[in-house]
């Protein structure tokens, strides 16, 4: 089994993420359950998906300290689901902040949030996933990137081309092109590293900058 976590705002497409996470699964006969949290997500709210997958599963939501990975495509979300991490889980980050809507504080600090995330937790890969939405030139493929980072850790049980197989299945012709690409950069960054303590950071000459 196993269990994934993906936390973020609205608009950054987490519920097509989680989608084409189930039905990369579900190719792979497994038994899949989901489950969103949503709420103000459509004004830039918090949006947290359950996705689990296995040969038995019972209940759509991850017991606390039981996700094997959490993904999270914002900061200060990826911190606030931080209780649902199993130990030695893994964590992939983006290290790009988005104000919430709900947070009235203009001096949000996601520098600090990074620092104790690589301060306190072992198997963290950041991501900065806006240097590689310009390489792709869409905003729109942020989903896409997490997904790709986490591929080529083998932290999520499923390949590259499990995941382009579920894409060709989701995602509408005329923008296939462009999450191909997106899932290739990303994919790319991490396929040859062991996930650990490093930080991932997307050049235009596709460097990783390893601490």
Known sequence: MINCLLTGVGGQGILLASKLL??????KEKMVRIADTIGMAQRGGSVVCHIRAGDIIYSPLIPIKSADILMGFEPAETVRRLPYLKKDGYIITSTNPIN???NSINDYNSLALIDYLEN???NIVKVDVNSITRECKSSKVINIIIIGVAIGCNALNISFEDMKDAMKLIIPQKYL???EYALEIAYS???KKKPSTYFTHYTSSRRNIIN
Do not use: G, K, R
């Open 177 to 179: 092109a462009i999450n």
């Open 100 to 102: 919430p809507s709900y």
């Open 120 to 122: 306190n937790y072992t």
């Open 189 to 191: 960054l991490t396929s």
């Open 22 to 27: 189930a039905t990369t699964y579900m190719e």
